[in-house]
């Protein structure tokens, strides 16, 4: 990956990081990863004329979301990206598991439709 190319960054669940060769791990943690690759200007926020055809082309693939001039710069963002996004999961999985831990047993429903039977 030459060093004065324009680097984009992904962020990609670490099972799929496979699926994009030719990109480098910048950065993981839990079940991510931040990848880079080279782009070009043409890709960048900075050629498209408004917000909205530029969200349009990302959504499309055709163009990139984090794109940076350095690949320092990209690593400094994907740290923090990663970082930011592992917290998350942590927090999640957190109060997932204190949920799943808690004991509820079977509730009575009352059917109003079912009379009683009077001896």
Known sequence: MPEDAMKR????????????????????????????????????????????????????????LYTFNTLDEAARFAKGKIEALTAIERSIDTRTGAISSLKVGPLAVPNPGRRRKRA
């Open 9 to 64: 960054v992904i962020i990609v669940p670490v099972t799929e990081i496979r699926q994009f060769p030719g990109m480098e791990i910048l950065a993981s943690g839990g079940s991510i990863a931040a990848l880079v690759g080279d782009t070009f200007e043409a890709r960048t926020r900075s050629a498209f004329d408004s917000e909205d055809s530029f969200f349009y082309s990302v959504g499309y693939g055709q163009a990139d």
